[in-house]
């Protein structure tokens, strides 16, 4: 089983700051995907970024980009110049390559963290 | 067009009732999932369906039913359900099971047992 470990339960930063979310993560897996998903107070899940665990560059989405340490096992989100459309909950994310039988495998989250930016 | 929709987005019902919860897509995804988020809690994985076949359940209360008629549908049938089971559920979908696609979330049903 994999197990994926928040320790910010809120930040606060202010418009146009940079900010980083932490992440870390446990498996004996060799091969998986690492995410981060946005949750707004409208409740909808969306996709900020991903990772393939395979690939050593760092992926990045615009303002966003992450840090993946392979060996460290930890996966942190930056987002620069942030703006108030970012506060939301964010949720790091852990999948297996290929569930049983060769089928979809789901997401395992971490707990979150609520990040809040202030005008 | 790359969405997810699920219907009801609020469901009141008592402990006796029967209801079903529904998801649909139609960006052609071969893999759909529920998943159930407690307020203030990541959600949790229920089920999963690879080419329209139960290939993962976590272990979920009978009580939880989940049906794919047909690729581009998912059902969740709620039958003596418990107050515990108040939460948001939340439908996704992926573009295949096998290949890595990212999985596309509907904005839930917030379901209240009273």
């Known amino acids: 089983a994999q197990t994926v470990t928040q320790s910010q339960p809120e930040m606060s930063v202010q418009e146009a700051e940079t900010v980083t979310l932490s992440c870390t993560y446990d498996?004996?897996?060799?091969?998986?995907?690492l995410f981060w998903y946005k949750q707004p107070p409208s409740r909808q899940m969306i996709l900020v970024i991903r990772?393939?665990?395979?690939?050593?560059q760092n992926a990045t989405e615009n303002r966003f980009s992450v840090n993946f340490q392979k060996a460290a096992k930890s996966f942190s989100l930056k987002i620069s110049d942030s703006q108030l459309g970012d506060t939301a909950m964010y949720f790091c994310?852990?999948?297996?390559?290929?569930?049983?039988?060769?089928?979809?495998?789901?997401?395992?989250f971490g707990k979150g963290t609520h990040l809040i930016i202030q005008p | 067009d790359t969405e997810v929709t699920q219907t009801p987005k609020h469901l009141v019902m008592g402990m006796t009732n029967k209801k079903s919860l529904k998801c649909e897509q139609h960006?052609?995804?071969?893999?759909m999932y529920w998943y159930k988020q407690k307020a203030k809690k990541p959600p949790e994985l229920m089920f999963v369906?690879?080419?329209?076949?139960?290939?993962i359940n976590e272990s979920v209360p009978s009580r939880f039913s989940p049906e794919c008629p047909n690729s581009s549908l998912l059902n969740l049938h709620l039958h003596a359900l418990q107050p515990e089971d108040s939460a948001l559920y939340l439908c996704?979908?992926?573009?295949?099971?096998?290949?890595?696609?990212?999985?596309?979330f509907g904005p839930g049903t917030r379901l209240t047992v009273t």
């Open positions: 960006m052609g995804h071969r893999a």
């Open positions: 996704a979908s992926s573009q295949g099971p096998r290949e890595f696609y990212e999985q596309y």
């Open positions: 498996t004996s897996e060799s091969n998986y995907y």
């Open positions: 994310a852990f999948m297996r390559s290929g569930g049983p039988g060769g089928g979809a495998d789901g997401l395992t």
């Open positions: 369906y690879s080419y329209e076949k139960l290939s």
């Open positions: 990772q393939e665990a395979y690939k050593q």
